[in-house]
């Protein structure tokens, strides 16, 4: 590799908006580490569809670790596999969520949960606010694995303009201050294959719930 090809494999520091900060590749060092954290995860707490605030199942297949409480009140509380506790975040995935924000200008964030959100060929998720953590002075750091999508960012109020912003395996996306209650949601994925996720995506949102 000569130092070009090595620079092009440098994860970037991007300020999209005033506390957004989209880091790409940062999590490609990690990327197999993380993907088997996320296994241990699944593998206690299954994935199942996520319910819209009304009930209905939506596309994506959600599941979650660390701190049960606020989630547990929003995400589909009908769902008996909710209910029982989650497993514990593990510690790789909230050290490295704890890096991302220290690298955005979020020195304090220190996660309870991470949502994991599958998405496969077809499987978006609508434009929609993130506002049901304790604590809105936290940012949420975003990590993505697997096939890409286009990640829409918007303003504050829903019909606002959104920016669409490719979103890549390995890529971290951190959202705060300023930016915490930008609208945001996700293009319908496009059919693919990836080495390590096969034909889907996932997404880890680590927050500050409690
Ligand atoms: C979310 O907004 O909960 C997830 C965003 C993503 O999948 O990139
Ligand atoms: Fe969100």
């Not at 000569?2 to 999209?16: C, D, G, M, V, Y």
């Not at 930008?182 to 034909?199: A, C, I």
Request: glycine share 8%; net charge positive; aromatic share 10%.
């Amino acid at each position: 590799m000569n130092l070009f090809s090595q620079l092009a494999a440098e994860p970037t520091h991007e300020e999209i908006f005033p506390g957004t900060v989209l880091m790409r590749g940062l999590a490609l060092p990690q990327d197999a580490e993380f993907f088997a954290s996320v296994g241990v995860i699944l593998s206690a707490a299954p994935l199942h569809p996520a319910t819209t605030p009304s009930g209905l199942p939506m596309s994506v297949m959600v599941s979650d670790c660390g701190t049960p409480e606020a989630f547990r009140r929003r995400w589909d509380p009908q769902n008996p596999s909710v209910r029982k506790l989650w497993p514990a975040m593990p510690r790789v995935l909230s050290d490295f969520a704890i890096r991302c924000a220290v690298r955005s200008g979020f020195p304090h964030f220190r996660p309870d949960t991470c949502h994991i959100n599958r998405y496969q060929a077809g499987t978006k998720l609508g434009i929609h606010q993130d506002r049901h953590e304790f604590d809105l002075h936290q940012p949420i750091v975003s990590i993505s694995l697997g096939l890409e999508c286009i990640f829409l960012l918007g303003g504050f109020q829903r019909t606002d303009k959104t920016k669409h912003i490719l979103l890549e395996h390995g890529d971290v996306i951190v959202w705060g201050g300023p930016s915490r209650m930008r609208f945001h949601g996700v293009q319908p994925l496009k059919p693919d294959h990836h080495p390590l996720t096969g034909p889907y995506r996932y997404n880890l949102t680590f927050r500050k719930v409690a």
